[in-house]
């Protein structure tokens, strides 16, 4: 998809996919027949240059046919590289600017509590996100009003676009900083399927709180040369690589 659209990020959506595919085939509470049912889990992704791991999981699970797939980017088609509103059923917000899709998903978990439903939303966010401050506005906000049916994944692969993420801003320690606004938290490998999967079916926790979970992933994971390489950030592969890459992921 990125080679053909001439488009970055392949880093970050490796480094998440893990994390929507728990999602979307393991956890979530959805039916790609009734893609606005008022009674379906949301999940929103926060780091919208990951676009393509969310659209490849909507076509998987049926939202859109898979040959969609190959419109990734390309102009007058409906898969921007970044989410925009309403481009395809099953896709709960647009994203791109970093920082708002938790306060978004606090709206959409506090809808839930005032409505009476007992649907759950999920943010998946980057570790860079956590830069700024909206999102610790937002954290503080969802404690007060006992949001127990929210949940925040953050993809922590250690980098942002221009260098380490706790070289950048002093992110460390993050799981005791959610903690300290109120909020129940877990820590885990965000490349472990069962343990993902057993994480955010664990929604509500039985604490009252809503739940921060901090998954720890490799940017790049699984095609050797672009694990924890963040020029992979921006780098569009070219065709030997996206050969490469397919082989050492059983494609080819």
Not at 65 to 70: A, F, Q, T, Y
Request: aromatic content about 8%; proline content about 6%.
């Amino acid at each position: 998809m990125a080679h053909r659209a001439r488009a970055g990020h392949v880093g970050s959506s490796l480094s998440c996919v893990d994390i929507l595919t728990a999602a979307y085939f393991g956890v979530l509470s959805i039916d790609p027949g009734l893609p606005d049912d008022p009674c379906r889990d949301r999940m929103i992704l926060s780091k919208g240059h990951a676009a393509a791991a969310l659209y490849a999981c909507l076509a998987f699970k049926g939202f859109i046919p898979v040959e969609h797939l190959e419109w990734y980017g390309r102009p007058g088609k409906n898969l921007p590289e970044h989410p925009s509103p309403n481009c395809v059923p099953g896709l709960e917000a647009h994203s791109g600017s970093l920082g708002h899709g938790l306060s978004l998903g606090i709206g959409m978990a506090l809808a839930g509590r005032i409505q009476k439903c007992d649907f759950r939303v999920y943010v998946l966010m980057s570790d860079g996100e956590c830069n700024e401050g909206a999102v610790w506005e937002a954290a503080m906000f969802a404690p007060v009003h006992g949001l127990d049916n929210l949940l925040v994944i953050i993809d922590y692969n250690k980098w942002q676009a221009t260098g380490r993420s706790d070289e950048i801003m002093a992110l460390q320690p993050l799981r005791q900083k959610w903690e300290a606004f109120g909020w129940s938290s877990r820590e885990i490998d965000g490349h472990d399927m069962g343990t993902l999967v057993r994480t955010l079916s664990n929604l509500p926790d039985g604490t009252g709180k809503p739940l921060a979970v901090i998954a720890h992933t490799i940017k790049g994971k699984g095609v050797s040369f672009m694990e924890d390489d963040n020029n992979w950030h921006y780098r569009v592969p070219n065709e030997q690589e996206v050969f490469l890459a397919r082989r050492e992921l059983g494609l080819e």
